[in-house]
């Protein structure tokens, strides 16, 4: 399998790597990630490092496009994740928040489904705060 990063169509950086194809339907193919931190491109093949390449002009914008030549890439197997984005759903006990004001809890939205919950605040002003620091900008959607 070939990899190349591109740029307005320059080549950037490229590597080849053996690709190892199964035809069970239990081994969905082979794990990817590309990691983007700064000036820095990462490319990560299973547990292995394939290529890097380190932008003295990175880009404004953190967009990403994948194309395939030759096989196909199933969108719904895609992920993306993000070390600087936190993302609580508060299916697990919110261990990463404290609350100074208020009564926070797990609340029925309706007595009669139990499954229908949610985590939520009551009392004068119910406060949540994140144990985590943030540095520059930031921003909360709730």
């Known amino acids: 399998m070939r990899w ?6 320059k080549t950037l950086s490229s590597a080849q790597v053996p690709l190892v194809i199964s035809s069970r339907e239990e081994n969905p193919g082979a794990a990817f990630k ?3 931190q700064g000036a820095s491109v ?3 093949a299973g547990d292995q490092p394939v290529l890097s390449f380190l932008d003295a002009n990175p880009p404004s914008g953190r967009r990403l496009a994948v194309r395939s030549q030759g096989f196909r890439i199933r969108a719904d197997r895609l992920r ?3 070390a600087n ?3 609580y759903t508060f299916t697990g006990a919110p261990t990463d928040f404290y609350a100074p004001q208020g ?3 797990i609340f029925s939205r309706w007595p009669c489904y139990g499954d229908w919950s949610f985590f939520g605040g009551e009392g004068l002003s119910p406060v949540l705060w994140s144990k985590r620091s943030y540095g520059g900008d930031v921003v909360a959607e709730m």
């Open 80 to 82: 993306a994740q993000s």
């Open 34 to 36: 590309v990691a983007m």
């Open 42 to 44: 990462l490319l990560v």
């Open 85 to 87: 984005r936190d993302d």
């Open 4 to 9: 190349t990063l591109l740029r307005d169509g």
């Open 103 to 105: 009564h926070w809890s």
